[in-house]
Structures are given as C-alpha cells and as structure tokens.
C-alpha cells in the first residue's frame, strides 16, 4: 500500500482557507495528482485542507471521506517561553526543547512535564488509534512495532491534511518521537510525503518514507514554495517570521 500525505495550500489562517498564491498551489497540484489512481481520499474538517482537496476532487470527480482526527494537531502547551499564553505542542524554541533532550526519545517524549500538564500524550494516542483504525480498514493491523498484512494491496491512500498532524502520523509509522519531525523537517504548502509498505516476509509489513514535503509540482511550474511552516533562515530577515 501506498500512502500520500499532502499539506495544505499556503494558508489564510484568518478564513481557514487559502491565499491567492496557496489556491495556485493547490491548481497545481491537482494537475498532478489526476494521474494518480488512488483507492480512498480523506481529509480534514478544516477549511484549508478541504479547499486544498477540492482542487484535486473536482478535477477527478471524486469525494473525499472527513475525518475529524485529521485536523491540526489540537494539543496546546504552556510551554517554557509562553507567559501563560497556550501554543501549539510542536513548536517551540531551540534553546529550551534543547534543555530536554526527553523530547526526542521514542518512548518518552510526551512525558516532559509541559506535555503531561496539557495530555498530550493522550491526544497523541487518540489520533495514532484513529489512524491504525483506517490502516486496519485498507488491511494492515498494527502488531507492536509493525503490522500485520491481513490484506497486503498496492491501493494508494490519500490524505489531505496539516504539518503538525503529518509528523504525528509519521512517527506512528516510523516509530519515532515526532519531536523529531516537528523540528527537524518541515512540508511546505501543498507537498506531498510518499511512504509505502514493504513485506519482506509474508504477512509482515513495515512502513518506510520514500520522499518527505516534494513539491516538484510547483517547481515544474516556476514556481518556489511558500514560506508558511518556515521561520527566518537568519535573524536579520526582518520580512521573516520569528515566532
């Protein structure tokens, strides 16, 4: 099995939608995506991702299922720098996520204690236990670390979603703290994350990532990607985000 996780279109946050340059982003990668014969599509409730769906779905004449556990990742934190203001569980300063070193620990991430204040671990397990549900529902159950081909295909799965939700998925299927994905990759707008199953022996299977964030879509078409999901690449760059 195949499954395609696509961010969505450089972002309007004040509308839940997309910008001129993200609906753009969005016609492209629907030109694309129709030469992609995929077997399921599933979205996010949120505006942003459904408009960037839309793009592809209308062009193919296909719907997509929502799914509400597809949305950003909803956990917020009273993380070390935030004055009391809650922030989204990913993103934090370099100089403090690199005081705990806990952060990036498989097993133990979600135990820090800003993580344990605000259950995030718990949030993390109801989204992963939704996603073993769908991947059960396309024929792969999960067994401890890998899964069980009970109907090994080579359908491809599409899922419209979020940065932060993407690196969650991911660390389910890579068996990896998404600490690690959160602040060591980074989707920009409209890319699309192959990963595929491998069964080397009958009946087990394992998940590996063939390609992180590609956006040859737009690069096919002159175009860069959006900055969106990135900070300044130096301080001085004032026309860039910071926080």
Known sequence: MRLL?????????????????????AELLADKMIHIKAKEYYVSPL????????????KIGREAIVCEWLKEFPALVLRPD???????????????WAQRPMLLDRDNWMNVPEYIEAGVGDQYKAVCDQFDKLLKKHGY???????????????????????????????????????????????????????????????IASFR???????SHLYAAGREPSFAARFCECYGNKEERHD
């Open 209 to 215: 990532m063939q390609s992180f964030g590609d956006v």
């Open 5 to 25: 996780i696509i961010r969505h279109a450089d972002p309007d946050y004040s509308i839940d939608s997309l910008t001129e340059t993200g609906w753009k982003e």
């Open 82 to 96: 935030s004055n009391g203001v809650r922030r989204c569980a990913w993103d934090w300063l370099p100089e403090d």
């Open 141 to 203: 159950v999960r067994n401890g670390l890998i899964y069980q081909a009970e109907e090994s295909n080579e359908d491809t799965i599409v899922l419209f979603c979020h940065f932060g939700l993407e690196c969650v998925l991911l660390s389910h299927l890579l068996n990896v703290s998404p600490f690690v994905l959160w602040h060591g990759m980074c989707a920009a707008p409209s890319s699309v994350t192959t990963v595929y199953t491998e069964e080397r022996r009958e009946g």
């Open 47 to 58: 505006g942003r991702a459904k408009d960037t769906a839309s793009c592809t779905l209308n």
